[in-house]
């Protein structure tokens, strides 16, 4: 049994654990033993057939769960396992990713309907048979069905963090092999869009030279954490995770690698704009290199830098090659200055324990002096949002009174490196009303306004609400303007121009939630946003401090909508530069 089927077993048994409600500690010692074994370069099999003790010196394998691969390796199957899959069955582990499924309704849908999977489930919606459930009446049925819809739709795609860490898992195997320099990710991962189809890794080094890259085409194809081996070339190797992520793997010469990465990275229609206008010059532009015409000398390969420059452009970052007019700015030298995460000086949309977040506000301000910031806003829940313990008006003025206290305990402690501002995310709710009193409001230097309820409003209802939430003269940034979440809930009907518009013309700023979940505003949207002079800030909506961590994928999409830190708010130095750029506070 080799370690993929292995690391299967142990991802199934953590699945059928999540069906059957069980303790989110044991669910996720499963799941982290699932990814050691798939990390493991040697057979785990052979390593139990030697000692099996062994695999405790894997990081994440303790002695019950060797014993489970032990038992595993020896009869093929865990016994664990064997037990739950008498209750229920692997299919069903796709029903909780339709929304509003968890493990007691996917559990209730098999002992009431014999349900498992997402066809019979379908059928069953379509059927009217949830009717008869408690808690699943037609309108669950009919957003199920949605849901159905919208999974299959998205299920061949990939979010961008997820397949990121992929990419830097096979990565960091694939340099192990000796002679191997760098593995670079190409395709839409490297352009930063949302989500990837694909990932597509370039690799060189001595190893990947013509005469030796067999050996490493040997080595990749034969990584431990391969599922199915789709293809193998004399310099390719194709094949899916676990997970269903192709991977397409390329091994090349150091010197036409530039010539490789600019191809692969695309987009196609940027790389088909390029090549005509190779032609126009007596060049022409391939995988290989950028040759002459009439004598197929080579005029640049290596780096990615002299072809555009071969090209008479300025280099062009990956993010804004999707032919959008990146080729004629580049050509007229007049590509922006594209902001970058060390432009980001502070950070406006938190959380913590006083609503859904994790930590303290302390916490929270400490983790962001540590990345650098040198401000951020505490922006808890309202009351509307009940099931976060939302804050209501004598919380909401209790909490601005303690970060208050804490923002002066820091300036002592850390001689005013970090300053906290009082804030708060409020609910637009259904009729465009903001859910706190504005004396409330009014202690707030930073009011966030998001729709976080009634989603499934028409396009004109929706656009009135928030129109009207942005003439309350407190609110100072528009949170979530769509509501989406990547690959999982789409966005609700809005008219964005009117908002934006709107907003520009209130001096609101709207918020680029940097969640690579979230994403909203999208590329296209911020670019507008930008065109109509609207304030820009991004935010992370941390619910924790690692989640500070997110505004990378932010920027990246900053960066795609063609912005410079001049078009960000939160890139002034200080947070009284800020306060004054946003909409001024109603006296
Ligand atoms: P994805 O995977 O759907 O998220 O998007 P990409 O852009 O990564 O597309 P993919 O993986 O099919 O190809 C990666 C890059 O390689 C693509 O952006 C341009 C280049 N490329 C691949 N195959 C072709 C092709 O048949 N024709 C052209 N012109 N370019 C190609
Ligand atoms: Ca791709
Ligand atoms: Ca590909
Ligand atoms: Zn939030």
């Given at each position: 049994m080799d370690n993929i089927a292995i690391a299967r077993l142990l991802d199934e048994t953590a699945a059928l654990l999540e069906i059957d409600a069980a303790d989110p500690f044991r669910i996720r010692s499963y799941r982290r033993a699932a990814e050691a074994v798939e990390q493991q370069t040697t057979s785990l099999a052979s390593?139990?057939?030697?000692?099996?003790?062994?695999?405790?010196?894997?990081?994440?394998?303790?002695?019950?769960?060797?014993?489970?691969?032990?038992?595993?390796?020896?009869?093929?199957?865990?016994?664990?396992?064997?037990?739950?899959?008498?209750?229920?069955?692997?299919?069903?582990?796709?029903?909780?990713?339709l929304p509003g499924m968890g493990p007691k309704s996917v559990a209730l849908l098999w002992s009431a309907l014999g349900v498992a999977d997402l066809d019979s489930l379908e059928v069953a919606a379509r059927e009217?048979?949830?009717?008869?459930?408690?808690?699943?009446?037609?309108?669950?049925?009919?957003?199920?069905?949605?849901?159905?819809?919208?999974?299959?739709?998205?299920?061949?795609?990939?979010?961008?963090?997820?397949?990121?860490?992929?990419a830097e898992r096979i990565a960091a195997l694939i340099r192990e092999f000796p002679g191997i320099e760098e593995v670079t990710p190409a395709g839409s991962l490297r352009r930063g869009r949302e989500t990837v189809g694909d990932l597509d890794l370039l690799v060189?080094?001595?190893?990947?030279?013509?005469?030796?890259?067999?050996a490493a085409v040997e080595f990749v194809a034969s990584l431990p954490l391969i599922d199915k081996l789709l293809a193998r070339g004399q310099n390719k190797v194709s094949f899916t995770l676990r997970n269903n992520l192709q991977v397409d793997v390329r091994l090349l010469p150091r010197a036409s690698y530039g010539a490789a990465l600019q191809y692969f990275?695309?987009?196609?229609?940027?790389?088909?704009?390029?090549?005509?206008?190779?032609?126009?010059?007596?060049?022409?532009?391939?995988?290989?290199?950028?040759?002459?015409?009439?004598?197929?000398?080579?005029?640049?390969?290596?780096?990615?830098?002299?072809?555009?420059?071969?090209?008479?452009?300025?280099?062009?970052?990956?993010?804004?090659?999707?032919?959008?007019?990146?080729?004629e700015a580049a050509a007229a030298k007049s590509l922006p200055q594209l902001i970058t995460r060390a432009d980001i000086r502070g950070d406006l949309h938190m959380h913590t324990d006083a609503t859904d977040g994790r930590d303290t506000i302390r916490q929270m301000a400490e983790a962001a002096l540590q990345r650098g910031l040198s401000y951020i806003a505490i922006t808890d829940h309202s009351k509307n949002l009940a099931m976060t313990n939302g804050l209501d008006d004598a919380r909401a003025l209790e909490h601005v009174r303690r970060i208050r206290e804490v923002d002066s305990e820091l300036r002592r402690d850390y001689g005013g490196r970090i300053r906290i501002l009082p804030g708060i995310e409020v609910d637009i709710l259904a009729d465009g009303a903001i859910d706190l009193e504005d004396s409330t409001l009014a202690q707030m230097d930073i009011v966030i306004a998001s729709v976080h309820s009634a989603f499934a409003q028409p396009l004109e209802e929706m656009t009135a609400r928030v129109l009207r939430a942005l003439e309350n003269p407190h609110v100072r940034i528009l949170g979530h303007p769509t509501g989406r979440k990547v690959l999982s809930r789409e966005p609700y009907a809005i008219d964005m121009e009117r908002v934006l518009r709107r907003a520009s013309e209130l001096g609101v700023a709207v918020e680029h939630n940097a969640s690579p979940a979230r994403a909203d505003l999208s590329?296209?949207?911020?670019?507008?946003?930008?065109e109509l002079g609207c304030g820009i800030v991004v935010n992370t909506d941390a619910h924790s401090t690692e989640e500070l961590d997110l505004m990378r994928f932010g920027i990246t999409q900053l960066r795609r909508a063609w912005l410079s830190a001049a078009d960000v708010l939160n890139t002034l130095p200080s947070a009284d530069a800020l306060l004054d750029r946003l909409r001024p506070k109603p006296r």
């Open positions: 390593l139990v057939a030697e000692d099996p003790k062994q695999l405790l010196a894997i990081t994440g394998i303790g002695k019950g769960m060797a014993a489970n691969i032990a038992s595993i390796v020896e009869s093929g199957t865990l016994p664990l396992r064997t037990e739950l899959l008498q209750k229920y069955k692997p299919s069903m582990l796709e029903l909780l990713r009217g048979k949830l009717a008869s459930l408690p808690r699943m009446g037609e309108k669950f049925a009919a957003k199920l069905l949605k849901g159905i819809e919208d999974y299959r739709k998205n299920s061949s795609r990939f979010r961008i963090d997820r397949a990121g860490e992929q060189t080094g001595p190893a990947c030279e013509h005469d030796r890259v067999a990275t695309g987009s196609k229609h940027h790389n088909v704009s390029l090549r005509q206008r190779a032609i126009k010059r007596g060049l022409t532009l391939s995988e290989y290199a950028l040759l002459r015409l009439e004598d197929n000398a080579i005029v640049a390969a290596a780096s990615e830098e002299e072809i555009y420059r071969a090209l008479d452009l300025d280099y062009i970052p990956p993010e804004l090659r999707e032919n959008c007019g990146e080729i590329d296209i949207h911020l670019r507008r946003a930008r």
